[in-house]
Structure formats: structure tokens, C-alpha cells
């Protein structure tokens, strides 16, 4: 497994394309009640922005998309509603996961899905390991996550597996039992539907992402509101603590060969 860079214990290369992008989709409700609609219709709507929004990022290069799905706070829905929303998944599952696969992108889902049941188990499974050796980006789905769920999952496995050491745990030993372990660290976190909140989402991975907060309903989300927050992105300066003055230096070119002695 590749070892990425941690935004803490050192400092990230920062490229002009992100290289993860991690997206809370929220709105596809209100833009159902706008247009009358029942709130499964947004959900509908909302699965197939993925899809353009997966193809966009595939695109611009981007190494890594996470896209929050359902949270482990959304059972306290209807369970009208959160069935709804399992029977879309089994669906998108069924039909995404050949795409996907001809497209070369590796699918990943995280999170404590058995409480979904036994079915989404099946096709979660079936889609990582049809999935697993493709060299395009990375998709992960974020289905019951939490990012508290996560922080205590990882340090039970952290402990069980070194039952000999007490205390004295490092950030990239935490790190690594994280359930995105395979990934660097957000650059970008877009949230869609106006809130400016994380929800419980990826509590550590996001110490040093950019934030990006749009009023843009996830289901009227596309291609050139991606491109509208990678240019935010752009317009950053990314400082991981220190001033502007070191990030200037430090993104200078080293001198060329024959420049140096
Ligand atoms: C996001 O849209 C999708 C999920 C949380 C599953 P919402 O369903 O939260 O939409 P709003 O926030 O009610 O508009
Ligand atoms: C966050 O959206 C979770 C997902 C998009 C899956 P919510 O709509 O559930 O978030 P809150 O409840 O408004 O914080
Ligand atoms: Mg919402």
C-alpha cells in the first residue's frame, strides 16, 4: 500500500489539479420540494450527477473522488426514506459497477455497511474485487460513515493489533487504520445545498483540506460547478502552517545543474 504524505507531519506537494476531492452531496430534498416533487426524486436526480461528476473528475486528472452518500447520523430519517435510498444503492451498484470497470476506475465503498444488509454487502464486494486492479481514479462511496466512527474504529484496531505497545502511538500508525488509508488526504472538500458544516464526515482526513461551500443543490451540481471549485482551489495559497513568505521560497524552482557551483 502506497504511504502518502500526512498534512501534519509533513508538507503536501500542492498540484494544480487536486489530487483527492471529497464532496458532501446535500440538497437533493429541497430540490424535490421545489419543484413539488417527492424527495426520492431528488435522490434519483442526485445519482445520476454522480455520474457526470465522476466522468468530470476522471477527466482533470483527478487521483482520488469521496463522495458522502449516507451518513451514519441519516438512519434517524424516515425509514421510508432511508429505504429509499438503500434500494438506489443496490441499483447504482448493479448498474455502475461494469461502467466503471470499463472506464478503469477502482470503486471503494467505506463505511459500516452491514446494517444495509446482506445484498449490498454482496455487490459492495463484488465491485471492489472486479474493480480492485484498475490504474484510473479512485471512487469511494462513504455509505453509513462517520468520521467518529471512523476515529474509534481505528483505534480498536490499533490496539488489538499492538497489543504490546501502550500509549505511545503515532499519528501515521492512526492514520493508517483509517478506513481511507489508501488515500492522501483531501485536497479540496466541496460541501453542495448551502450548509457550511462537515457532518461527521472525514474528521482527520480534513485537518488541512481547502473548504468550498456552495449554494448549488447537489442534483443541479455539474461539470462547470466542479470547475468553478477547482479554480477557488487554484486561488489558495496552502500554507500547512507556515507564512507566505516560506510558501513563496519553497515554490520557487531549484536552480538547474548547470545553474548550481
Ligand atoms: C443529501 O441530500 C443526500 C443524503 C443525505 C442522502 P438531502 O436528502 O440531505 O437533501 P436536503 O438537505 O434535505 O435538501
Ligand atoms: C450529510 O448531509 C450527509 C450526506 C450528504 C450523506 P445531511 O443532509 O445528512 O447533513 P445535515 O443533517 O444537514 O448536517
Ligand atoms: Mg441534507
Known sequence: MPTFFSSTSDIPQVEAVPRHIAIIMDGNGRWAKQRMLPRAAGHKRGVE????VVKA????????????????ENWRRPAEEVSMLKQLFILALEREAERLHRNGIRLRVVGDIAPFGQKIVELVARAEKLTQENKGMTLT????????????????????????????????????????????EPDLFIRTGGEQRISNFLLWQLAYSEFYFTDTLWPDFDAAALDRAIVSYQQRERRFGRTSEQVEQTSKKPPAKEELA
Not at 49 to 52: G, P, W
Not at 59 to 69: D, E, H, I, N, Y
Open 49 to 52: 450527477i454522480v455520474r457526470e
Open 57 to 72: 473528475c476522471a477527466a482533470r486528472g483527478v487521483g482520488f473522488l469521496t463522495l458522502f452518500a449516507f451518513s451514519s
Open 141 to 184: 462511496i462513504a455509505a453509513n460513515y462517520g468520521g467518529r466512527w471512523d476515529l474509534l474504529q481505528a483505534m480498536q484496531r490499533l490496539v488489538e493489533s499492538n497489543p504490546q505497545q501502550r500509549g505511545a502511538f503515532t499519528e501515521e500508525q492512526l492514520a493508517s487504520c483509517l478506513a481511507m488509508a489508501y488515500a492522501p
